[in-house]
């Protein structure tokens, strides 16, 4: 909860503490078969939560290690279930870093994985994420079968089908990767009529929230409605004041790259900007650049 709302940097010490000083004498304990896979698998999710925190602080080398170790307990406690999306969260790391052929190749294989035990929510996911990469890829066609699949698999889903890890993926979630494929494809009125429905406004998922704005706003950019994108840009920032995210930043600097010269001349730029440059992460994203190799 803390993570949505807040972003990665906001918790992300105080859980790694808690994985250091509570959770490693546990698994050193004791304990039966049984109890130790659950407490594995259980341990897994905590990894896995530490390497998308340290990924959304920027800090993508440290979050790859996450992911590995949370990997690993997912194979002493058997849950291939958990270990595809694990491989499904690395598959989102590589793609924003810009690994894209990797990306694809890491949701194929947590998609293939778990084989005939996945549920609908976990297929759809691991679609989703197929299908971002490709998008940046260029690859319309493998894109929008993916996407397909994505959206035929979250219509199947049940209340009591899926994991409690998965169950944030839902509706809102799908629509938002639709939204970031069709930008990235260059099919901005799809962005915009399939991102409109990606925004939860319930104020626990403000980072998600912010993600699906700015998208929509570079969305608008892309259509010549300068104007709307700007305002709807400004709502984005808005919602990025209390979050401690690195991917937060990118998406500021990615919109500002999206900024042609020629938008820069009118009127609502400048408009836009005035009020921008009061906003903190505006100011973090034409400061230092981001290193995305982490450290």
């Known amino acids: 909860m803390l993570d949505a709302k807040f972003g990665g940097g906001h918790a992300r010490r105080a859980l790694i503490q808690y994985l250091h000083t509570d959770v490693r004498p546990m698994l050193d304990g004791k304990y039966s078969d049984a109890v130790g896979r659950e407490l594995h698998s259980a341990v897994a999710e905590a990894l896995l939560l530490a390497g998308w925190m340290s990924y959304d602080s920027g800090l993508h080398g440290i979050a790859q290690r996450y992911f590995i170790q949370a990997l690993r307990m997912t194979q002493a406690a058997g849950d291939r279930l958990l270990g595809g999306s694990i491989l499904s969260a690395m598959s989102h790391q590589a793609t924003f870093v810009g690994r894209y052929r990797e990306a694809a190749t890491l949701a194929r294989a947590a998609f293939t994985g778990p084989a005939g035990s996945l549920t609908p929510t976990l297929a759809a996911q691991f679609r989703a994420m197929e ?16 996407l397909s699949e994505a959206e035929r698999q979250l219509s199947r889903r049940t209340v009591d089908s899926d994991p409690a890890y998965i169950a944030y993926f839902d509706e809102v979630e799908l629509a938002a990767e639709f939204g970031h494929c069709f930008r990235d494809l260059g099919r901005s009125v799809q962005a915009t009529e399939r991102g409109a429905g990606s925004i939860f406004g319930d104020g626990l998922n403000n980072r998600s929230d912010f993600f699906a ?48 010269p020629g938008m820069k001349k009118a009127v609502e730029f400048r408009n836009f900007s005035e009020h921008a440059c009061g906003f903190r992460l505006w100011k973090e994203a034409v400061g230092d650049k981001i290193d995305l190799n982490g450290s």
């Open 213 to 260: 704005t700015m998208v929509l706003a570079e969305s608008y950019l892309g259509q010549g409605e300068i104007g709307r994108g700007f305002e709807i840009a400004l709502n984005a920032l808005q919602l990025g004041e209390g979050l401690k995210s690195a991917r937060c930043v990118q998406y500021v600097r990615e919109l500002q790259e999206r900024v042609m």
């Open 131 to 146: 299908a971002r990469a490709l998008a940046r890829l260029g690859d319309e066609r493998g894109c929008d079968l993916a």
